[in-house]
């Protein structure tokens, strides 16, 4: 079975950046999509990105192209958030997930087998 850790989170003022890793125990990556979600208070758990790990595919939710990339660092077994340009509307707990590349709905949360504790991001001035 795979676990997931992630880290990264904080508080950044608007216009700033953070980069969320996604760190994995029991199993690689290599078989799976990650990907990262969020929850903000009375709001229901949003898809932000995932990565197939197996062939670099990504997919972003509209909110965050061209401001936030996913990614893999190989030396850290990890898939990373990179955020940029961050907005007081990002501020949400953000989870990492795991899920079969073999089973789609990539962009569902109830899709995904694994999940991480969240890492909280805040941004406000």
């Known amino acids: 079975q795979v676990q997931l850790v992630e880290s990264g989170g904080g508080l950044v003022q608007p216009g700033g950046s953070l980069r969320l890793s996604c760190a994995a125990s029991?199993?690689?990556?290599?078989?799976?999509?990650v990907g990262w979600f969020r929850q903000a208070p009375g709001k229901e758990r949003e898809f932000v990105a995932v990565?197939?790990?197996?062939?670099?595919?990504?997919l972003y939710t509209d909110s965050v192209k061209g401001r936030f990339t996913i990614s893999r660092d190989n030396a850290k077994n990890t898939v990373d958030l990179q955020m940029n340009s961050l907005k007081p509307e990002d501020t949400a707990v953000y989870y990492c997930?795991?899920?079969?590349?073999?089973?789609?709905?990539?962009?569902?949360?109830?899709?995904?087998?694994?999940w991480g504790q969240g890492t909280q991001v805040t941004v406000s001035s």
């Open positions: 029991g199993r690689t990556f290599s078989t799976y999509a």
């Open positions: 997930a795991a899920k079969s590349s073999a089973t789609g709905g990539v962009n569902y949360a109830a899709r995904y087998n694994y």
């Open positions: 990565y197939l790990w197996s062939t670099g595919s990504t």
